[in-house]
């Protein structure tokens, strides 16, 4: 960790916007909480990839799931992978178009993923992920040991790991304070509608309180 910065590493040392850089574990926590996905990069043998997955972590690890034929997360077990996560917050509108800018919190993971083959980490890890995304994990049946072989869990130490965070107004050049044109901020907010339910549910089914929740 460089005592100067506080950031876990080198490379994960913000060198442009410096002032925006977080690397407090429980900062990096919180963007990872608020969001549902992750773009996961992989160098595979036909080139690099990224790709957008659902993910869950724990106090120390991001998980991340998908079939057992996932071509990009058999390459990415036992290798680096670098996992971002981005919530644009609004959109910075500046005086000059060179000062447009967005509000965001984002965070960057670098790590070695490893496969996970203990059964009870994978279920731990799926329950994680299921949560993490549909808070649902508890309500449903459970997985049988044929959807368990075909799924594969990759795991990623949450050490290495950064988040940049901007929030607030457009920061324009002096010279164009008091111009024409407009400047502020557009926020951008998210929000889960109401569920519609699909056309064959046994009658009277409840919605999960959970699910019911995501709507506050
Ligand atoms: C919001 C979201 C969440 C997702 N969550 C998960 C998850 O948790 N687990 C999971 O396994 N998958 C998830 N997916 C799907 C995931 O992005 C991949 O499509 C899937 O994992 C298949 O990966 P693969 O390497 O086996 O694809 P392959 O089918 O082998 O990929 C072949 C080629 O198809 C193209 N391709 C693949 N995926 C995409 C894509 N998403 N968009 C555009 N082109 C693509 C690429 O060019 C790729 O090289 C999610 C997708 C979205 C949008």
Known sequence: MSEETGAPSERTTLKRGAN????????VKAVLDAGYVAH??????????????????????????????????????DTDICVTVTLVDGLVVARSAFHNSMNYRSVVVRGHARKVTEDVEILDALKIITDHVADNWDSRREATDKELKATLVIALPLTEASAKIRDGGPVDDEADLGGPEWAGVIPLTESWGEPIPIDDLVEGTPVPQPLLDLQD
Not at 20 to 27: G, K, L, T
Not at 50 to 61: C, H, Q, W
């Open 40 to 77: 996961v990069g992989v160098s595979t043998a036909q080139g690099i990839i990224v790709l957008p997955m659902a993910y869950g972590r724990t106090e120390d690890t991001l998980y991340l799931h998908g079939s057992a034929a996932n071509a990009m997360l058999r390459a990415g077990s």
């Open 20 to 27: 925006r850089a977080v690397y407090a574990s429980d900062d």
